[in-house]
């Protein structure tokens, strides 16, 4: 997949009926020949943008007193660990799941994290994941990891081979989305066993509008492609054409030289007879 190609549907995209909202970029890949239901098989992966999405990423900080501070002026909300109580309440650990899309905690109190949080954010994925540093000491350095979370995706696929995703505004800078756009179908490509056999199709799309193949050219593209043919259809058969003329005229100069040659050699022919028979009836 071609960033020109990428642009180009995002273009395509756009050209939509506008609303009384900013509309979201969606990204949609269909997958195919691949079983889900094999662990092995399904995805889950955290993509490093190029840049930050349109929407910022919300944060939350699970710590303790040694990161209170820090964490309350970095991330958009900070639990304590003294106010964990409140949050075996599940209602009221669904309503901070929803809010944010990531958690980070404190490595000293990750059992209390477990216990206090794991059964609403481990189903959808946003239990503190060490993998990309969410898991931090005591005296970490908070300012870094956000800012390599307002530039990092989870992708995961369940039951349905389709990976969907958010990857700007309408109005975002339409370059900055397509190299987003593609840093995802790359890590995906490369997640996948078969890479690229097992991608069927790729769409954007924004909310309330048409999805829009990529790489899918338009009735006007395809028309000036036929044109086009065409017309490299005409110059090649002109060329042919004039490749036979100029065969034939090489033909007929060459069939007229030899008659030429023959006449001149029945010339000198007749004119050698000729002398032959006046020798003999010379008298001697």
Do not use: W
């Not at 009384?20 to 949609?28: E, H, Y």
């Not at 086009?228 to 060329?239: D, F, I, V």
């Amino acid at each position: 997949m071609e960033k020109n190609e990428v642009i180009e549907a995002l273009k395509r995209a756009k050209d939509s009926q506008k609303r009384n909202f900013s509309q979201s970029i969606d990204l949609i890949i269909n997958l195919k020949g691949i079983d889900l239901k094999k662990q092995e098989n399904q995805l889950d992966l955290f993509v490093s943008l190029h840049h930050p999405r349109a929407r910022k990423t919300s944060i939350c900080a699970l710590v303790g007193p040694e990161l209170q501070d820090q964490a309350k002026e970095i991330f958009n909300e900070s639990v304590l660990a003294d106010d964990f109580a409140r949050y075996k309440d599940k209602k009221e650990s669904k309503k901070l799941a929803n809010k944010h899309d990531f958690f980070v905690a404190q490595a000293t109190i990750m059992p209390q994290v477990a216990a206090t949080f794991g059964r609403v954010l481990g189903p959808r994925g946003k239990m503190p994941n060490p993998k990309i540093g969410c898991v931090v000491p005591p005296n970490a350095n908070l300012r870094p990891l956000y800012e390599k979370l307002q530039k990092t995706m989870r992708l995961m696929t369940k039951n349905n081979p389709i990976i969907q995703c958010s990857v700007g505004k309408e109005d975002s800078n339409e370059d900055e989305a397509a190299d987003n756009i593609l840093a995802i179908y790359n890590s995906v490509l490369t997640a996948l066993p078969n890479e690229k056999l097992n991608i069927k199709n790729v769409y954007l799309k924004l909310t309330m509008g048409k999805a829009v193949k990529v790489g899918e050219k338009t009735e006007e593209e395809k028309e000036k492609k036929v044109k086009k043919k065409t017309k490299k259809e005409k110059t090649k058969e002109a060329s042919a054409e004039r490749k036979l003329a100029e065969k034939e005229a090489k033909q007929e100069a060459k069939e007229k030289a030899v008659v030429k040659i023959e006449k001149e050699q029945k010339k000198e022919s007749k004119e050698s007879k000729q002398k032959s028979s006046n020798n003999k009836n010379r008298p001697k």
